[in-house]
Nanobody
Framework: QVQLVESGGGLVQPGGSLRLSCAASGILSRFYVMGWYRQATGKQRELVAT????????SYADSVKGRFTIATGNARNTVLLQMNSLKPEDTAVYYCAARPFTTAQAMGNLTEQMYYWGQGTQVTVSS
């Protein structure tokens, strides 16, 4: 019954910014990792950024460090991705994902496989 809904994608010029939002419903655990992945045409899906339920831990792909920021939203079980200084290489379908677990100690690595996925939102960076 877990559902993830992304929003905020679109067309932007190089150097511009976009903010992606993800709202999750049906997550019963108080502990979870949520994050963003992307898949460009002809490429494999790759991790962009992840964050723990309380915002205490984050992880970023090297290609987006210093440009993208992941954060928890004000609403329950929401996550944001602020994307600045966008490049054509950032063009991809961006997916929100989540991995809940029973206890805080079970979090493990922030890059471990996610359990639930959204439908994706297209981000196109072009002049």
């Amino acid at each position: 019954q877990v559902q993830l809904v992304e929003s905020g994608g679109g067309l932007v010029q190089p150097g511009g910014s976009l903010r992606l939002s993800c709202a999750a419903s049906g997550i019963l655990s108080r502990f979870y990792v949520m994050g963003w992945y992307r898949q460009a045409t002809g490429k494999q899906r790759e991790l962009v950024a992840t964050i723990s339920w309380n915002g205490g831990s984050t992880s970023y792909a090297d290609s987006v460090k210093g440009r993208f920021t992941i954060a928890t939203g004000n609403a329950r079980n929401t996550v944001l991705l602020q994307m600045n200084s966008l490049k054509p290489e950032d063009t991809a379908v961006y997916y929100c994902a989540a991995r809940p677990f029973t206890t805080a100690q079970a979090m493990g690595n922030l890059t471990e496989q996610m359990y639930y996925w959204g439908q994706g939102t297209q981000v196109t960076v072009s002049s």
